[in-house]
């Protein structure tokens, strides 16, 4: 989650609610209060918060005034809503502008876990606005804009477990909102997830005839499956939570849940997973031959330069992070000499493939020169960002890129960097520039 992110809380600076205050200042994100109608509807007009969180712990009625305030055009929340389970009960109608549920009891990590996919699925929509602005500087005409996708339709789902009591247990919970796919074992797990494409995986952590974290990492490693959300049902500890999203775990779920949270997190990472499908359907729809390389499908050089530009120029005015990643493929040289120009030619399109698998919705993914790449990352600090780009360059190095004409496969070593806005002072050239200065040192 950036420093920037713009966070309202609904509920009394000196009740409960002051425990997410103070969650969300160790990562340096400030937050507003609201605790009256009047109140409310002043922060949501002078703050304009990216996010709200609504503490059901506080006052019914700020409760209840909240997820009013937050209707936008057919009902759908304006401002994306992070609901704390409390004293007051929501019915259908209030639970249909909640984009997702905590319960009482939350961890820190599940809150700022749930904080950073919303504050993706806006970073999403305002990327795909600006894309839109640089298309038009190419002489194209500006894309479909992305709704929030609907709840329709079963939530499409891998269950991994040996143990029929469980699988009876989420299918009991999940009942006609879910179609499971039911895999005993890692493998088969794995193997299903390659053939279509899933909303969600769930894995039961308990499960002592599997190996978890092992099947999580694994998960992790494939380009197709990177994003995925990743939910494990797992026992209560402290340590072992934090072991699992250290894993990739997008979420850990108590074995001994209460079923309408857990059938409400299903739902959400799967109605997140479908915006962000939607979204990138969009982006794909919106490749030009004028925007794009013609080798590796990604965006060109004079695409990265002309929308980086726009990007530089929209973080400063909201006072945004902004980070790229730049990556060279050290061994292309000697691939070109000892297989021939039409085996790199091969391994860089399989390249560009990984890294659109790879890269996040937001994310925007340039081949800069020959054996040269650059992605941008939008609302995104520093430190995030050298994340990033280490999990990308170790994809690609665990990779095995096939060469059909020799029969054979090759791995190669990626240089990478990463270097984030200096505001105030960096061009689109200058960012980059330090980015790839930072690979050759």
């Known amino acids: 989650m950036t420093h920037s992110q713009r966070i309202l809380v609904v509920g009394a600076e000196d009740g409960p609610a002051n425990d997410i205050a103070s969650t969300l200042e160790k990562r340096g994100v400030q937050s507003r209060f609201a605790d009256t109608p009047d109140g409310l509807k002043a922060s949501l007009q002078d703050a304009q918060p990216d996010i709200l969180i609504v503490d059901g712990r506080s006052k019914p009625d700020a409760v209840m005034n909240a997820l009013q305030a937050t209707k936008g055009n057919g ?65 194209l005409d500006a894309g479909e804009a992305a709704e929030p996708a609907a709840n329709d339709g079963a939530v499409n789902a891998v269950l991994v477990t040996a143990d029929d009591n469980m699988d009876s247990a989420v299918r009991s919970v999940l009942g006609d909102t879910a179609e499971l796919e039911v895999c005993s ?49 797992a026992d209560g500890k402290d340590e072992t939570i934090d072991s699992y999203y250290a894993h990739g775990a997008s979420d850990v779920v108590d074995a001994n849940w209460q079923d309408g949270e857990f059938r409400n997190r299903i ?125 990308i360059k170790s994809v690609i190095e665990s990779t095995e890129l096939a ?16 270097a984030s806005l200096s505001h105030g002072r960096d061009t689109a050239r200058a960012l980059i520039n330090r980015a790839r200065q930072s690979v050759d040192s």
């Open 185 to 233: 074992q890692g493998f088969e797990a794995l193997s299903a997830l390659n053939e279509r494409w899933y909303d969600c995986i769930i894995v039961h952590g308990n499960d002592e005839r599997l190996d978890a974290f092992r099947l999580c990492e694994e998960i992790r490693a494939n380009p197709r499956l990177f994003h995925m959300p990743l939910i494990v049902i």
């Open 403 to 418: 060469i059909p004409e020799m029969d054979r496969s090759v791995t190669v070593l990626v240089q990478a960097a990463s």
């Open 75 to 139: 009902g759908s929340p304006a401002v994306p809503v992070i609901y704390i389970s409390g004293k007051t009960e929501l019915d259908a109608d209030a639970l249909a502008n909640v984009d997702d549920v905590l319960p009482d009891n939350f961890r820190e990590i599940e809150l700022l876990s749930r904080l950073d996919s919303l504050a993706r699925l806006n970073t999403m929509q305002d990327e795909l606005l600006r894309r839109n602005e640089t298309d038009q500087l190419f002489g």
């Open 267 to 391: 739902l959400t990472h799967a109605r997140h997973q479908r915006t962000r499908s939607q979204m990138l359907q969009i982006y794909s729809k919106a490749m030009h031959l004028a925007t794009s390389d013609s080798l590796t499908g990604l965006y060109s050089h004079g695409y990265l330069h002309a929308h980086l530009a726009n990007q530089i120029k929209d973080s400063e005015k909201k006072g945004h992070a902004l980070s790229v990643g730049f990556f060279r493929i050290a061994e292309l040289k000697d691939i070109n000499e000892t297989f021939g120009y039409a085996a790199g030619d091969k391994v860089l399109r399989q390249i560009g493939s990984i890294l659109s698998c790879i890269v996040r919705g937001e994310d925007l993914p340039a081949r800069y020169s020959g054996n040269e790449f650059c992605i941008v990352f939008p609302d995104t600090r520093d430190t995030v960002a050298e994340h990033i780009v280490h999990r």
